[in-house]
C-alpha cells in the first residue's frame, strides 16, 4: 500500500511504491482486469491464499482495488478489479506525493514542479 513514509525510490518499478506482493497483485489484477484471491495465488505461485487474501484487504483498504461480491454457482466468493488502469493509479499516488511534498516545502515543490515540466517541453 502506498504511505508516503514507505516510498523507496532506490527500488525498481511499482515495488517503489508497493510492496513486493501488492506490485505483483496490481499486476495480475491489470493482465486480468478482474479476478479472485484464488486465481490470483494460482497466478503468483509462490504465494499463498492467505498471504494473497491479506494483501487484498489492504489493497481495497488504500483504494487501489476493489471487490464484490459473487453469489454465482451456489457459492459466496469476492471478485477483486483494480480501481483503475495503470496510468490512473500513477496519477492517484503521484496526486498523494505531490500533496505531502507541497505540505512539507510549499512553493518549492511548485517551483521545481514547474522546473521539470519545462525541460519536459524543451525535450
Known amino acids: ?52 487474501a491479506g494483501t487484498l484487504d489492504r489493497l481495497v483498504k488504500s483504494g487501489f482495488a476493489r471487490r464484490e461480491i459473487d453469489q454465482s454457482e451456489n457459492r459466496v466468493r469476492y471478485i477483486y478489479y483494480p480501481t483503475g488502469d495503470r496510468r490512473e493509479i500513477g496519477v492517484k499516488i503521484s496526486e ?15 517551483d521545481t514542479l514547474g522546473k521539470i515540466n519545462g525541460r519536459r517541453k524543451n525535450e
Do not use: Y
Open 1 to 52: 500500500m502506498v504511505k508516503i513514509e514507505r516510498i523507496s525510490l532506490n527500488k525498481q518499478g511499482l515495488t517503489k511504491f508497493f510492496s513486493p506482493n501488492e506490485a505483483r497483485i496490481m499486476k495480475v489484477l491489470w493482465e486480468l482486469s478482474h479476478s479472485t484471491s484464488a486465481e490470483i495465488t494460482r497466478e503468483c505461485k509462490d504465494l499463498s491464499l492467505p498471504c494473497v
Open 96 to 110: 498523494r506525493i505531490i500533496e505531502s511534498l507541497i505540505d512539507t516545502f510549499g512553493d518549492a515543490t511548485i
